[in-house]
């Protein structure tokens, strides 16, 4: 049942103490650039319960207890302070973060939903398509040259993941199946099987320099934003190669291009940007040394991360913590 702004409704337990009945919950949705109808109908199935709306700048809507959302407007806080959470449906919530946000609005990302094991499966051809040398083995063809190349030992392409959240304990140990030595990085110190762990400002030279490949997985924080620098990648061992799947605002895109024209770097896959979609004229965009996707190395799957989003709210509906809680003074 609709009510106004202020008001109570049947069946709402005392809205703002952490509760909310299930009968009396209100959910509305703001995608940008996605299309909300299929994630209505599916709250809709997963939460009979629930009041499930599409949130639409300049209308009038009812209080809501937690909102769906992908890059929403800071309108969207503005009409809605009395949010309890929102969820996201992407596995970064710096955009929500950039906003400003209700105080005691929690913030809750998704745990996986079936994009680890996409990321996985990007990060894993990247680095083996750059370890085999499939991209010279396309070009010999094309030109009519049939030839093999001296193979390369794994030992002399170690592997280094920055950021060991849920994504990227999974990339690095899929690369270690593959028997390459992978080095990862991570603020804090994590244990990760088959992973040589590094952590902090005091071990991020150390990483640098034991790796040849660099996989960014970091969220973008004020911290980790232009981390991709000359200081960073130069630290690479020559001829590295960079991954970044995470964010564009990590990288500072002249000082790779300037290093691969020196000649330290070999080239680099990319899958974010820091302008989306990369305007046309872009330096990027015919470099013979770059692998570029339109950020699409984990697609969120919709049904999985309504299963998973519905559970959480029922949990919270009933008082329970639930994972993925974003610290917000951390940005992660």
């Known amino acids: 049942m609709a009510y106004a702004r202020g008001q109570g409704a049947n069946g709402r337990e005392g809205h703002g103490t952490g509760r909310v009945s299930m009968r009396a919950m209100h959910i509305l949705i703001c995608l940008e650039g996605t299309p909300a109808e299929p994630w209505v109908e599916g709250f809709r199935a997963a939460l009979p319960e629930a009041t499930v709306d599409v949130w639409q700048e300049g209308q009038a809507h009812t209080v809501a207890d937690y909102g769906v959302v992908w890059r929403p407007p800071q309108a969207f806080f503005d009409d809605q302070p009395q949010l309890q959470a929102v969820f996201n449906i992407g596995a970064g919530v710096d955009a929500i973060l950039q906003r400003e946000l209700p105080a005691a609005m929690q913030v809750v990302r998704l745990d996986d939903a079936g994009m680890a094991v996409q990321m996985a499966e990007y990060v894993c051809q990247a680095v083996i398509r750059h370890f085999r040398g499939f991209d010279r083995y396309e070009s010999d063809m094309r030109a009519g040259v049939w030839q093999s190349h001296e193979p390369r030992r794994r030992a002399d392409c170690p592997v280094g993941v920055m950021g060991l959240g849920v994504l990227g304990q999974r990339v690095a140990q899929a690369l270690a199946a593959f028997e390459f030595p992978v080095n990862g990085w991570s603020r804090t110190p994590r244990a990760v099987d088959g992973v040589r762990a590094y952590?902090?400002?005091?071990?991020?030279?150390?990483?640098?320099?034991?790796?040849?490949?660099?996989?960014?997985?970091?969220?973008?924080?004020?911290?980790?934003e232009n981390i991709l620098d000359r200081r960073t990648l130069g630290a690479l061992r020559p001829g590295g190669y960079l991954i970044n799947v995470a964010r564009g605002g990590h990288l500072v895109e002249q000082d790779l291009l300037d290093?691969?024209?020196?000649?330290?770097?070999?080239?680099?896959?990319?899958?974010?940007?820091?302008?989306?979609?990369?305007?046309?004229?872009?330096?990027?965009?015919q470099h013979p040394r770059l692998v570029l996707t339109p950020h699409t190395s984990a697609i969120t799957l919709r049904e999985d991360s309504i299963v998973q989003i519905a559970g959480k709210m029922r949990a919270l509906a009933q008082g329970r913590q639930v994972a993925g809680m974003v610290d917000r003074e951390r940005a992660y």
């Open 199 to 224: 952590s902090g400002e005091a071990g991020l030279q150390d990483f640098l320099h034991a790796s040849q490949v660099l996989v960014c997985l970091l969220p973008l924080t004020p911290e980790t």
């Open 259 to 285: 290093l691969i024209e020196e000649g330290h770097l070999s080239g680099a896959t990319l899958d974010v940007f820091r302008e989306e979609p990369l305007p046309q004229g872009h330096a990027f965009l």
